[in-house]
């Protein structure tokens, strides 16, 4: 390991990234609070305010995923079709399988230009984790609890808000419902044998409820559906923690656009449409797994330099009194400030082990248990 990459390595390093992250972010929401006073008289300034507040802190995790592991996304597509990324609202349907697949799908937005804007169908938990679920609220994220007798009315009307959304949008769907292991796959194809569809090899059965409603709902104002095909190079199984010690990934992003005309409006036949999409997305994947590589003509949009600068900004603003706070608790040889010291940097410490492991996969959701009935009817 050179210098540094053994620096990028150290905890504490990771603390200063926790700190800046969790000290703005919590100023942020408190911005974004009083920004309620906003809704009842001029509504698309409070969003457009709050799609700059969102990019805040969004693009800090964009940063370490680019400019700190500097990590590679290759993206193949369609050259006709790449003018277009960007320039219009769309649906994204990324696979489930990695730790990092949201920040690959964060990192797609923000190189085209609408991170700050960029919505997801998310379970209901996260909007009570701080700082993230917190910020999702103030922007009309839509969440769902996946119990599709409580989410038809609230995910519809969460959606049929965003039709005059003033910022162009990616709606970020992981329509597998969870990350992919190999105990929720063995599962799902139970389910998929029983329900008399095709076995997936690198996909779990797609939930096409929520698709559907959200391609009823967003009809006439998103102009397509971009089908994201992820995996990484060399059989890299890449971590929130790996990112975190500046570890470099390489990944493969398949894009292809489908205009939604194409997507059929009848719910059964839209399930259908869903069902034999994933049987494509599954034929790429194991064609990359075959010959390393996805179909179409590989580009690298360019890097963009504001989520590097807007952790700047942040840290410069917050480290020189957050360090100078903590020279003069050593400095005053008090054991009792000591030893508030030790705490405060357990509890970081452990605030820190915390927010990674929310992405882990091993603590993802429980596939197949309650949920299995509701797998079966969908």
């Given amino acids: 390991m050179d210098l540094i990459g053994l620096l990028k390595s150290q905890f504490l390093c990771h603390l200063v990234f926790c700190y800046v992250f969790i000290a703005s972010g919590l100023i942020i929401n408190t911005i ?19 799609c700059r507040l969102s990019y805040c802190v969004s693009s800090q995790l964009v940063m370490l995923l ?18 277009k990324y960007g320039k219009e609202n769309a649906i994204v349907v990324l696979n489930h399988k990695f730790e990092i697949d949201f920040l690959c799908g964060w990192s797609l937005a923000e190189r085209f230009g609408v991170l700050g804007g960029s919505k997801v169908l998310a379970k209901k938990e996260l909007a009570y984790v701080p700082i993230i679920g917190w910020m999702w ?32 949008y990616f709606f970020l769907i992981h329509c597998e419902g969870t990350r992919f292991t190999e105990k929720k796959h063995q599962i799902s194809m139970q389910v998929a044998q029983a329900k ?27 102009s397509a559906v971009y089908d994201c095909t992820l995996n990484f190079r060399n059989n890299e199984n890449p971590t929130l923690l790996g990112v975190l010690n500046g570890k470099k990934y390489h990944a493969d992003l398949y894009v292809r656009r489908i ?7 009848d719910e059964d036949e839209c399930s259908a449409w869903l069902h034999k999409l994933y049987q494509e997305k599954d034929a790429f994947q194991e064609e990359y797994h075959r010959t390393g590589t996805f179909p179409e003509t590989a580009m690298v949009p360019p890097r963009r330099p504001w989520t590097l600068l ?17 020279v003069n608790m050593v400095s005053s040889g008090s054991s009792l400030t000591l030893a508030s010291f030790v705490l405060v ?29 509701q797998k079966r009817s969908d």
């Fill in 66 to 83: 680019e400019w700190w592991s500097g990590t590679e996304c290759v993206i193949h597509t369609d050259p006709q079709a790449y003018p």
């Fill in 32 to 50: 974004q609070l009083f920004t309620l006073l906003l809704w009842p008289v001029n509504k698309q300034l409070f969003r457009k305010i709050n």
């Fill in 259 to 265: 205009p939604l005309e194409e997507v059929p409006e």
């Fill in 345 to 373: 940097f357990f509890v970081a410490s452990m605030g820190v082990r915390w927010m990674i492991g929310v992405t882990e996969i091993d603590k993802g959701s429980a596939y197949g248990n309650i949920d299995s009935k």
């Fill in 196 to 222: 008399g569809l095709p076995s997936l090899k690198y996909h779990l059965l797609p939930r096409t409820k929520g698709f559907a409603i959200t391609v009823r709902s967003l009809r006439n104002v998103v």
């Fill in 137 to 168: 609220y103030f922007t009309e994220m839509v969440f769902c609890t996946r119990k599709w007798e409580q989410d038809r009315k609230t995910v519809s009307q969460s959606l049929l808000h965003l039709r005059d959304y003033p910022e162009k």
């Fill in 310 to 326: 807007n952790w700047l900004f942040w840290a410069s603003l917050l480290l020189y009194p957050f360090f100078r706070f903590l």
